[in-house]
């Protein structure tokens, strides 16, 4: 039988953790710095990283990008909030079986449910178990309770989320967020669904910040590479 290629793959360690100085992490370090730039009259307290479609480097920029911020010293929540496809406890070597959708279906608190990581100053809120109604969690009063209880206690909130094209979750978590960052997948990302997929974002009431363009090749050892969207 063919092997279907798996997107969620267990074994995600992060090169801002593993080689902090390679030019990879340094791409990383320009987004943060990106980020902090494009948002300077009013600071990005909650922030959403979302693609087109499946596949397309999303968990792995939210994490790298959760890494980075903290290295800075900021406290930092990053927050499985891809309830269909979670991939935030692999990445971090965590147990899923309590998190967000626990939290959000008041089975356990938020400070409960939120797990310390190897690096210090990030902490991460796993998905929980997959529910059958991820939209309509993500839309309750409950997860606009959570943000506010995190707000106070985070310098920066990240969220990783699903596919925009594919489901509404991140549209919902887009108008919850202060703003959002959009990965592109060199090579992959279709023109006109990416299109599609920034006029949905802009239209959030959350800012789009800009876009991470991810897996480019190496041109002059910038491999991930950053770019504004005014
Ligand atoms: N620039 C890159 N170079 C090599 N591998 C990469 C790169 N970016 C992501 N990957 C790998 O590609 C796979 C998909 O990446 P990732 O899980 O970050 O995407 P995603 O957009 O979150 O996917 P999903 O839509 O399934 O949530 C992972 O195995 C990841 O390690
Ligand atoms: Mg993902």
Redesign the pocket.
Known sequence: MKKRK????K??GLITILNPKSP?SEQYRTVRTNIQFSAVDDSVHTLIV??T???????????NLAVVMAQQGKKVLLIDS?M????VHYTFQLPNTIGLTNVLTKQISFVDAIRETEILDLFVLTSGPIPPNPAELLASKSMADLIEMAKEQFDLILF????IL?VTDAQILANLCDASLF?L??GKTDREEAMKAVEMLKAAKGKLLGTVL???KEVKSS??YYYGHN
Do not use: F
């Open positions: 798996k997107t969620t793959n074994n995600r990879i979302t693609s479609g499946p596949g397309e480097g999303k968990s792995t920029t939210v994490a891809d269909r496809k979670p991939t990783d989320a699903p596919p594919a990965v997948s060199s991810n897996g480019r491999y991930y």
